[in-house]
């Protein structure tokens, strides 16, 4: 059910897609927008409607994401970087690959997502440590959890940094000066959201080598111009927001299991908490 024509000029009506229509917001008749991505920060800004139930499609994100994660977390260890390198330049010595079993993997949410990114390194021995909010039940995939304010011991003892958040007030630039310059060496690969993470302080912890290198699937601009300070940054591999492409049947399912929670009288496990922002 995609738009208003049609039925009873007061029928209410249940939406599907990226963004409501501009002539929809604020429409009373709208009782349930669903939306076909998993971030809904850019449909917050600015407020939601009271009374206006909000979901949002997850489906195999995770576990693409996942996959994601462990292969460049792989190919790290394995020194697929270096060895890139060395093909297009004359010969050099070689780095021995360093093993993933028993090295730190910092977790930065503890959502789908960074579930899925948990269960797939620790699938190939890393220590996973999950960063995430108090109330979040413990267990799961990851070996321990700890919420943010208690990361500070683990940032020096981290081989991979995973930023997995969501944008909310609370997140935006959370990966600054202070969180970054405290690595000892990580890589730090972020497929959360853009505006989580400083570029400028991102910049200056590659220069001084607290990060060994960076991934970037997400940007606060998307894609960035010629010209944008991400091209200058060293050591870092961008790769257009591609880690968790969402396909049609993901978001058929989960708008079916959004449903069928309504239709028993449950609140749907993908309904957005608007005032957490996720």
């Known amino acids: 059910i ?38 809904v920060d850019a449909l917050l800004d600015g407020g939601w409607p009271a009374g206006v139930l909000l979901t949002r499609t997850v489906g195999r994100m995770g576990e693409r994401i996942g996959q994601y994660a462990l292969a460049w977390v792989l190919a790290d260890c394995q020194g ?7 093909t297009a330049a004359p ?39 999950g960063v995430g909010r108090a109330e979040h039940a413990p267990g799961g995939p990851f070996d321990e959890r700890i919420t943010a304010g208690e990361d500070g011991p683990w940032l020096g003892r981290a081989r991979f940094v995973v930023d997995a958040l969501p944008l909310t007030d609370a997140t935006r630039d959370f ?39 960076a991934v970037l699937d997400v940007l606060t601009d998307e894609p960035p111009a010629p010209g944008h300070p991400v091209w200058e940054l060293p050591r870092t591999t961008l790769t257009s927001h591609s880690a968790g492409i969402t ?18 009288g449950q609140a749907p496990e993908l309904a957005v908490r608007v005032g957490r922002g996720y």
Do not use: K
């Not at 090295?103 to 220590?127: E, K, P």
């Open 91 to 129: 010969p050099g010595a070689a780095n021995p690959p360093n093993w993933p079993r028993g090295q730190t993997a910092l977790v930065y949410g503890t959502g789908h997502i960074g579930t899925a990114v948990a269960s797939r390194l620790g699938a190939a021995g890393l220590h996973t440590v």
């Open 175 to 213: 990966f600054a000066d202070a969180r970054l310059s405290a690595l000892r060496g990580a890589t730090f690969l972020n497929v959360g959201r853009g505006a989580t993470v400083s570029l400028p302080a991102l910049g200056r912890a590659l220069a001084a080598g607290h990060v060994r290198g």
């Open 80 to 86: 697929v970087p270096g060895h890139l390198a060395r």
């Open 2 to 39: 995609t738009g208003a024509e049609g039925g009873a000029p007061d029928a209410p009506l249940v939406l599907v897609g990226a963004h409501p229509a501009a002539r929809l917001r604020g429409d009373p008749r709208v009782r349930w927008f669903h939306s076909v991505n998993a971030g």
């Open 247 to 264: 396909a049609g049947t993901d978001i058929t399912a989960d708008f079916r299991a959004c449903w069928e929670a309504l239709r028993a």
